[in-house]
């Protein structure tokens, strides 16, 4: 699998929207690109995925650039119960025998009030 | 979405003992995985479960020192045999269904 590189931590005002970047750019065409995130004492959550498209549910936003070599999550309103480790994680396919998250060192959203 | 449960959710340990963890799924899942998370870190995958089959180590994790069983569909359960102090992590078991999902992790402390 791919290896994904994000900055260990950053800030964001609540509110505000977050942007938090992701580097893959090893990333294979059979790869998509995952997100979760891990708020204090929990298990990871997953928030959304894509291949190459953008996308969108009631958590997040999804951006990946057309050479897919990066992407951005989008929280457009954090919240303070936002605040959290989030991963970036790609991996071969949705279903098969291939399933492995492997996870990385993820990005801690510190969101301030 | 299922629900997953783990039991312990806490626990603390003589080094020299073994701690069996329980995975609950309320729904049936072929793929179930274990996974540590030492004080501070990242997961780290142990290895992936699928009911009726061996367990597969990732590498640097063993069957004799992380026992796996997978009788059923909805059940597992990790063993982690022989503790010592280096053991205390969060251990996490999860499961797939359209996505991953995983439970609230049981929190072992070896003395």
């Known amino acids: 699998d791919a290896k994904t590189t994000q900055p260990p931590s950053m800030d964001c005002a609540e509110g505000r929207a977050a942007n938090l970047p992701c580097n893959h750019s090893?990333?294979?065409?059979?790869?998509?690109v995952y997100w979760y995130r891990q708020i204090h004492s929990q298990g990871p959550q997953y928030i959304i995925h894509?291949?190459?498209n953008n996308e969108t549910n009631e958590m997040a936003s999804l951006i990946i650039t057309e050479d897919r070599k990066s992407s951005t999550l989008i929280l457009p309103h954090a919240t303070l119960r936002d605040t959290a480790v989030y991963y970036c994680?790609?991996?071969?396919?949705?279903?098969?025998?291939?399933?492995?998250?492997?996870f990385g060192t993820g990005t801690l959203l510190a969101v301030q009030p | 979405s299922a629900v997953i449960s783990q039991k312990p959710s806490r626990d603390i340990c003589q080094r020299g003992t073994s701690l069996t963890i329980q995975c609950q799924v309320d729904?049936?899942?072929?793929?179930m995985f274990w996974y540590r998370q030492q004080p501070g870190q990242s997961l780290t995958l142990i290895a992936t479960?699928?009911?009726?089959?061996?367990?597969?180590?990732e590498s640097g994790f063993v069957i004799d020192k992380f026992p796996i069983s997978r009788p059923n569909l909805t059940f597992s359960t990790l063993t982690v045999s022989n503790m010592s102090p280096e053991d205390s992590s969060i251990y996490l078991c999860?499961?797939?269904?359209?996505?991953?999902?995983f439970g609230p992790g049981t929190r072992l402390t070896v003395l």
């Open positions: 994680i790609v991996r071969i396919g949705t279903s098969g025998a291939t399933n492995k998250l492997i």
């Open positions: 090893t990333i294979s065409g059979n790869e998509y």
């Open positions: 894509g291949l190459k």
């Open positions: 729904s049936q899942v072929t793929m």
């Open positions: 479960a699928n009911q009726g089959s061996e367990a597969t180590y």
């Open positions: 999860s499961f797939k269904s359209n996505e991953q999902f």
